[in-house]
Structure formats: structure tokens, C-alpha cells
Antibody
Framework: EVQLVESGGGLVQPGRSLRLSCAASGFKFGDYAMHWVRQAPGKGLEWVSGIAWNSDTVAYAGSVTGRFIVSRDNAKNTLFLQMRSLRPEDTAFYFC????????????????WGQGTLVTVSS | QSVLTQPPSASGAPGQRVTISCSGSDSNIGSTPVNWYQQVPGTAPKVLIFINDQRPSGVPDRFSGSKSGTSASLAISELQSDDEADYYCAAWDDSLNGWVFGGGTKLTVL
């Protein structure tokens, strides 16, 4: 059974940093692209970032470019999101999602999701 | 403002059929496939339809998807009470070089 477990969320002040992790199990982690999708409380889904199976290709939403960095450790089956210069509008549940294919690609979908970790940016 | 446009709400009585629309542009729906996700409040989203009209195993055939030009639709027939959820369309955007979602449609079963 595929399991994705996010951690690292919490309350952080504006301008500070936070690092999220996603521990994956139940599948060959290194064979698939992975993504972060966030959801502000009571709002819709917003794709944040994606990373190919070998980390060669990464992509970011315009709202986080230059502030967030996605990475992965295939040996430890873990996905990361380093978030810097956090803003109140970054407050959201952050979901880790598994892609169906290894590369960042249009002809695919997110076939498994974690339960999310809440990041609250407030002074 | 979401890149993909969905109606904020939809409703239908048990047993009825409801359709949810998703409107985009040439750089997303017009050139890439559409996926649909279902999210019951308080839980993680799950894929309902992928690549326009494909159903993952376990998703009933009451759910169907279609695409034409820069728009897509999700149809749910024989509505059931546990279909109450939020539904999101999504597509890759070639101009933004990333995934875009619709704003979501809250489905109420009357």
C-alpha cells in the first residue's frame, strides 16, 4: 500500500524558514516524479512544485519561485520542501503527491496523496 | 483567481445526473489532458478521472469525463449522498510550466 506521510509543519513567523518532509513507502520511490500541492484553509488546491525521479528537472509555481526549493533523497525515500521568506499567504495544508510517471510531464496525474501538514505563517 | 474556471457550486437530487464544467485556455486544456480530483472535506484529494476520460480502478462508471477544445466536463450520474465533495479539474500549463487547478466545485446532494 502506498503511504505518503508529511511532517515539519507548524507555526512560523513571517520571513522565517521551514522545511517539510514527506516519507514515502509502499512503492519504488525513485521511479516516480513527486509534487507538493497546498490548500489554504477553506480554499482550493494550488500546485506548488514538482521534481523528476532523478532530480534533474524541477518546477515551481510563480508564487513560490525563488523562495521554495524542492529536493528528494531516493536512498531515504523522502521528498523535501525548503521554504524561505515565508509570507502569511503561504499558510496552508501542504500535501505530498506521487506522480504516475518518472518525469515532469503533461500526460499524467497525481495518483496518491498524503494527508498533509499544516503550515501557519503568522506573527 | 484560478487559471482554470469552475462553477463554485453544483447540486442535484439522489439518482439525478449533474455536470461540472472546467474552462481553460490554449496553453492548458487546449493542449494538454485534464484530470479531475475529488476531495471530501477534511481528507486528502483522490484522482477521479485522468487524461480526460480515464477512470482509475475502483472509481464507478457513474463518473465520466470529457474534453472539447479549451473546456472539459465531469459528469456524475445516479447521484448518491456520498458523492458530496469538492471537485477540482487540473491540467499542465505549457506557458506557466506547471500544473494549474480549477477553483473547485462544491457538490451538494439535495
Amino acid at each position: 500500500e502506498v503511504q505518503l506521510v508529511e511532517s515539519g509543519g507548524g507555526l512560523v513567523q513571517p520571513g522565517r524558514s521551514l522545511r517539510l518532509s514527506c516519507a514515502a513507502s509502499g512503492f519504488k520511490f525513485g521511479d516516480y516524479a513527486m509534487h507538493w500541492v497546498r490548500q489554504a484553509p477553506g480554499k482550493g488546491l494550488e500546485w506548488v512544485s514538482g521534481i523528476a525521479w532523478n532530480s534533474d528537472t524541477v518546477a515551481y509555481a510563480g508564487s513560490v519561485t525563488g523562495r521554495f526549493i524542492v529536493s528528494r533523497d531516493n536512498a531515504k525515500n523522502t521528498l523535501f520542501l525548503q521554504m524561505r521568506s515565508l509570507r502569511p499567504e503561504d499558510t496552508a495544508f501542504y500535501f505530498c503527491t506521487k506522480d504516475k510517471v518518472p518525469l515532469l510531464n503533461a500526460v499524467t496525474h497525481f495518483d496518491n496523496w498524503g494527508q498533509g501538514t499544516l503550515v501557519t505563517v503568522s506573527s | 483567481q484560478s487559471v482554470l474556471t469552475q462553477p463554485p457550486s453544483a447540486s442535484g437530487a439522489p439518482g439525478q445526473r449533474v455536470t461540472i464544467s472546467c474552462s481553460g485556455s490554449d496553453s492548458n486544456i487546449g493542449s494538454t489532458p485534464v484530470n479531475w480530483y475529488q476531495q471530501v472535506p477534511g481528507t486528502a484529494p483522490k484522482v477521479l478521472i485522468f487524461i480526460n476520460d480515464q477512470r482509475p480502478s475502483g472509481v464507478p462508471d457513474r463518473f465520466s469525463g470529457s474534453k472539447s477544445g479549451t473546456s472539459a466536463s465531469l459528469a456524475i450520474s445516479e447521484l448518491q449522498s456520498d458523492d458530496e465533495a469538492d471537485y477540482y479539474c487540473a491540467a499542465w500549463d505549457d506557458s506557466l510550466n506547471g500544473w494549474v487547478f480549477g477553483g473547485g466545485t462544491k457538490l451538494t446532494v439535495l
